[in-house]
Each structure stands twice: as structure tokens, then as C-alpha cells.
């Protein structure tokens, strides 16, 4: 499985944006990229994916490098329910198993 | 819709018991995987099934064992508890079998504690 590297912890305030970033530099061409979070006392919630592009939803943007060794994950105005853990992780372009390949991810602190 | 549940809770066991922990995905999902997340670390791949089969095995001991049934429930069973086994246990469903390009939507988990 290939790794992530993320920073073990951030800290941001309330309404500012937040850049979560995420090191791949062994990613195949067929791996899609996932950020889930787990918010205190409950599972983990997807977020985004992305494979090349750029990827904007309700909850967040995903900014893909051009090589894809890298990846950031973007909170446009961060409120006090987005402190949570954040994982990025790989997942292959085959089909197979789904499985999950959890770091340590990125424990994200809010201040109000 | 109901989200992912599991039950129970919450568990405490002793050394060398047997567990049984439930899950039951979002209607209209097929496939089922299992996760144990010991405290301060990520969630591990234990299994998937789809359909009933097998589909993946993380590296996990024989110990633990799981099943699908033909609603597409789920059981995960740990046999000969250990004090390593202390972790929250999480279920998570998936409309797909495979294509990564599907999330997966996790369960609020089952919390074991073995003394």
C-alpha cells in the first residue's frame, strides 16, 4: 500500500481557511486520493477524493499537484465542528478489496 | 435513512473470552468491512465481505473471524481475547463491492474493553 505523510497537528482559527497538506511521493498512476475525518467519539467520515483534478464539494476543495506526489486538502472557513482528525490516504485504481489504509493522520485543532 | 449501527455499545470482557460484535449497513448496501482502531492510532483493516463472500483479510490473527448474512448484516467474532484487543471495533458499508471511487460510511463504532 502506498504511504501518506501528513503533519502530525495543526492549529487555525474560526471563519479562516485551513490547508491540510499531504505527501505521496510513492503514489501509482491508478491511485485516487481520499481524505476522510473522524470527529471525537465517532467513525470516520469521508470527505473528498480526487484522481488528477481539482475537487470542490459541499464539505471541502482538494488541490492535486501536478505530479500528484502531494495533495492539500482545503477548509474554505473553518467553524469549531471541523476539529477532528483528517486522513489522507491511497486507494488503488483496481478492483479488489476496499479497503482503507489509515495513517496517523493530522489532528486539527479550531480556536474560536 | 439510518446510518451504519452497531451494537453494543460498549463491551468489557475478560482475558481469554469470546466476542461478538453486530453491524448493520445503510439499506441497499452490500458490502460491509471491518476496522479496529486502538486508541491514538488509525482505524486497521480487519475484513471485507460482499454478498456473503470474503472479500478481503487484513493482518489480523485467526482469532478473529467474521460473517455476512443474506440481509447484509454483519457479525465480527474474536475468539481468545487478548488485552491488545481493547480497541473500538468499526463497521462501515459501501454501495459498491469494489471501485475506489466509492465512500465508505462508517458505523459509531463498538467500543471493547478486555480486563
Known amino acids: 500500500d502506498a504511504k501518506t505523510t501528513q503533519p502530525n497537528s495543526m492549529e487555525s482559527n474560526e471563519e479562516e481557511p485551513v490547508h491540510l497538506p499531504c505527501n505521496h511521493s510513492?503514489?501509482?498512476?491508478?491511485?485516487?486520493i481520499h481524505w476522510y475525518r473522524q470527529l471525537p467519539s465517532q467513525g470516520p467520515e469521508y470527505v473528498i477524493h480526487?484522481?488528477?483534478s481539482n475537487v470542490n464539494n459541499r464539505m471541502a476543495s482538494l488541490a492535486i499537484a501536478e505530479d500528484r506526489k502531494s495533495s492539500t486538502l482545503i477548509l474554505h472557513r473553518a467553524t469549531l465542528r471541523d476539529a477532528a482528525v483528517y486522513y489522507c490516504i491511497l486507494r488503488g485504481g483496481i478492483q479488489g478489496a476496499q479497503k482503507l489504509v489509515f495513517g496517523q493522520g493530522t489532528r486539527l485543532t479550531i480556536n474560536p | 435513512d439510518a446510518g451504519v449501527t452497531q451494537s453494543p455499545t460498549h463491551l468489557i470482557k475478560t482475558r481469554g473470552q469470546h466476542v461478538t460484535l453486530r453491524c448493520s449497513p445503510i439499506s441497499g448496501h452490500k458490502s460491509v468491512s471491518w476496522y479496529q482502531q486502538v486508541l491514538g492510532q488509525g482505524p486497521q483493516f480487519i475484513f471485507q465481505y460482499y454478498e456473503k463472500e470474503e472479500r478481503g483479510r487484513g493482518n489480523f490473527p485467526d482469532r478473529f473471524s467474521a460473517r455476512q448474512f443474506p440481509n447484509y448484516s454483519s457479525e465480527l467474532n474474536v475468539n481468545a481475547l487478548l488485552l491488545g484487543d481493547s480497541a473500538l471495533y468499526l463497521c462501515a458499508s459501501s454501495g459498491r463491492t469494489s471501485g475506489v471511487a466509492y465512500e465508505q460510511y462508517f458505523g459509531p463504532g463498538t467500543r471493547l474493553t478486555v480486563t
Open positions: 480526487g484522481l488528477t
Open positions: 510513492t503514489i501509482s498512476g491508478t491511485d485516487y
